[in-house]
């Protein structure tokens, strides 16, 4: 299989089977009637936890990037070096004395 399977396209996909399936006098069944909207229910619940795992995934690559981004800045930090020639720099606002 090349493509990943996704569940709840896989879900709402048997239910067009099964209702292809079932025949036009069965399909106003109680008991198939249940079925289909226990099927639909299930769809839902698979597109809801797929967006929780997308989302976890997603907050765990900021984190990721984040302890980068952090690790970087402290390299790059470490290598600056202060000079310490005395130089003190002092505004100058207009003001003369």
């Known amino acids: 299989m090349s493509a990943a399977l996704i569940l709840s396209t896989e879900i709402a996909t048997a239910r067009r089977r099964f209702d292809g399936l079932v025949s036009l006098d069965r399909s106003k069944d109680a008991d198939v009637v249940a079925f289909r909207k226990h099927l639909q229910i299930l769809a839902k619940l698979a597109q809801s936890l ?11 690559a900021g984190k990721t990037g984040r302890e980068v981004v952090e690790q970087l800045a402290a390299e790059a930090a470490a ?4 000079n310490s020639d005395g130089n003190v720099i002092r505004p100058d606002f207009g003001r003369k004395p």
């Open 79 to 82: 290598t600056f070096i202060l």
């Open 50 to 60: 797929e967006r929780e795992v997308q989302i976890y995934r997603l907050c765990e």
